[in-house]
């Protein structure tokens, strides 16, 4: 059964940094694209960045200059370092992979709470 488990979430001051970390575990053959998204109650699951495995990434406007995402395949990996943080980052984190069991399919984790006070 593959699974993706989200970890360093957490309560930050505006100003400070978090780093998440996202690990992909099972029968997993290959990943493709690899990276995050965030969701506030009420309102629709926006992207943060995402990943290639071949390294090109995409960033929402918002994150750019201060989110950084990267990855380890070999490890089925993926990380979000996020800099400069501001209240309005608030939201739950989700990870996502178009990963290859028997099939090509994108993949979930649970989320993780990120809080920036003010």
């Known amino acids: 059964q593959v699974q993706l488990v989200e970890s360093g979430g957490g309560l930050v001051q505006a100003g400070g940094s978090l780093r998440l970390s996202c690990a992909g575990s099972g029968t997993i053959s290959r990943i493709n694209d690899m990276g995050w998204y965030r969701q506030v109650l009420g309102k629709q699951r926006e992207l943060v960045a995402i990943?290639?495995?071949?390294?090109?990434?995409n960033y929402a406007d918002s994150a750019k200059g201060r989110f950084t995402i990267s990855r380890d395949n070999a490890k089925n990996t993926v990380y979000l370092q996020m800099n400069s943080l501001k209240p309005e980052d608030t939201a739950v984190y989700y990870c996502?992979?178009?990963?290859?069991?028997?099939?090509?399919?994108?993949?979930w984790g649970q989320g993780t709470q990120v809080t920036v006070s003010s």
């Open positions: 996502y992979a178009r990963l290859q069991t028997d099939v090509w399919r994108p993949f």
């Open positions: 990943m290639t495995s071949g390294g090109s990434a």
